[in-house]
């Protein structure tokens, strides 16, 4: 069982910045397979980004709305995985989710895990 905490969410200026974290516990974080998704208002849930283990390495994927201004990042000592974003636009605001153990393609919110998510607002 894992259990995930998100953070950092907030109100932030277009051309901003926030740096969202996800705590994980029950099980060694490192390693493990994860993505971030957003959902703003009225809208469906959608992909944001995700890393990806195999027994060597990381990848890294992004959405093309993202790209160039998000970059996931880890901190294996404590367990955490980061997702900064920067240049923010009023459109990336939604409710940010992180998840671990995907069951099917990264890009679909097919995972095992879910964390709470946590608010972020780009005001213009």
């Known amino acids: 069982q894992v259990h995930l905490v998100e953070s950092g969410g907030g109100l932030v200026q277009a051309g901003g910045s926030l740096r969202l974290s996800c705590a994980a516990s029950g099980r060694t974080f490192s390693n493990l397979s994860m993505g971030w998704f957003r959902q703003a208002p009225g809208k469906e849930r959608e992909f944001v980004a995700a890393?990806?283990?195999?027994?060597?390495?990381?990848?890294?994927y992004y959405a093309d709305s993202v790209k160039g201004r998000f970059t996931i990042s880890r901190d294996s000592a404590k367990n955490t995985k980061y997702l900064r974003m920067n240049s923010l636009k009023p459109e990336d605001t939604a409710v940010y989710y992180c998840?671990?153990?995907?069951?099917?393609?990264?890009?679909?919110?097919?995972?095992?895990?879910w964390g709470q998510g946590t608010q972020v607002t780009v005001s213009s």
């Open positions: 998840a671990a153990e995907p069951r099917g393609n990264y890009y679909q919110d097919d995972y095992a895990y």
């Open positions: 890393i990806l283990w195999n027994a060597w390495s990381a990848s890294t």
